[in-house]
């Protein structure tokens, strides 16, 4: 108890109740840590782009960045991408902007302030002089400020109901479920910390990364045990059987018709990967960044080697069930670039047609 300096009660403390709040000034030495703030990751109003004008603005300030880039001969795959990164994210930044945080639904305004500052005057009084006057002017108070801050709170959720309604009728499911999922859920607190294997409690921002490495080195690095069958399979001689009339398919090259359509394929609303770049930016962006991105595309055909950014992907653990801070009890999920997609795409199309043609 010698931690202990001074206990005192506070009668100015608001607590809706007949006792007063009991304060203690306790002394303990804690470590002081600066708080490490974790980078964001930008993302674009691509919403914007549905709109015909803005969308026009947009393409046209691609082309111009792109022209601008295509000046620059002699330039290595890296530089390409590069290039035409930067056009992406300068055109989406100037013409649609970031995203605008989610609505939080708060209820709370200057009428339930009113009514609770009323309510504190009406307690000081009564702690000043307690009188039946005094006491029934406070209860009267509270009871007004408790019905003011409930009926806010319910209109809130009227206005809620009402989008969810509106989502429904316009036939926009995405945010018909999102909308829905919001309120089901209601408030979940953020958790920055998890636990170990021996299920001690890692609270350091720095801790907590490396026991997430740690994790997911261990589910995505285990050794395959690859039967026999598989492996004989995969030495097999592939061409072998392949029609000697018809060039093999690894030897022609992409063709623009191919690239532009996996790029109209993509799918939207997708999380993107380091580069910050969705599939939204390569489907609105005209005829010149498809251009380019097939002449990249055909280079690293050509030369077998692919931007070393395309080679990274995040790692977005999500919450499955169970406990939240065992890592064990979430899937995780990799972004990666959205212009590798349209390369990966490519790829899996011919091997297929190389299947097929077996």
Known sequence: ATDIQDVRSFRGAMSDSDHYMVGIKYRQKLAQKPRERAQKAKRFDTDKLKN???????????NELIRNENEQTGRSVEDRWEGIKTALKTAASEILGDRLPPERGDWYDEDCERALEEKNEARRKMIQRDTRATRGAYVEK???????????KRERDKKQLERVQDEFE???????????????QGFSPKIDCCKDKEGGLLMGRSD???????????????SLCIEEQSSNYLDMDLGSDMDPRQPAVEEVPPTREEIIE??????????PGVDDIPAELLK????????????????????ERMPEEWSTAAICP????????????HRGIALVS???KVLSSFLNKRLTLYMERK
């Open 262 to 271: 996996i790029i109209k394929g993509l799918k939207n609303n997708k999380a």
């Open 52 to 62: 015909e004008e803005i969308k026009e603005r947009y393409v046209q300030r691609v």
């Open 284 to 303: 609105s962006g005209g005829e010149e960044l498809w251009d380019a991105i097939y002449t990249l595309v055909l280079r690293i055909w050509k030369e």
């Open 142 to 152: 509270r009871r007004r400020s408790k019905a003011v801050c409930r009926a806010k």
């Open 208 to 222: 907590v990364m490396e026991r997430w490495v740690e994790y997911f080195q261990e589910l995505l690095n285990q």
């Open 338 to 340: 959205v212009a590798y």
């Open 318 to 329: 999500i919450y499955k069930k169970g406990d939240k801070l065992l890592c064990s009890n």
């Open 170 to 184: 316009r036939g926009n499911s995405r945010k018909f479920y999102k909308r829905i999922g919001i309120i089901k």
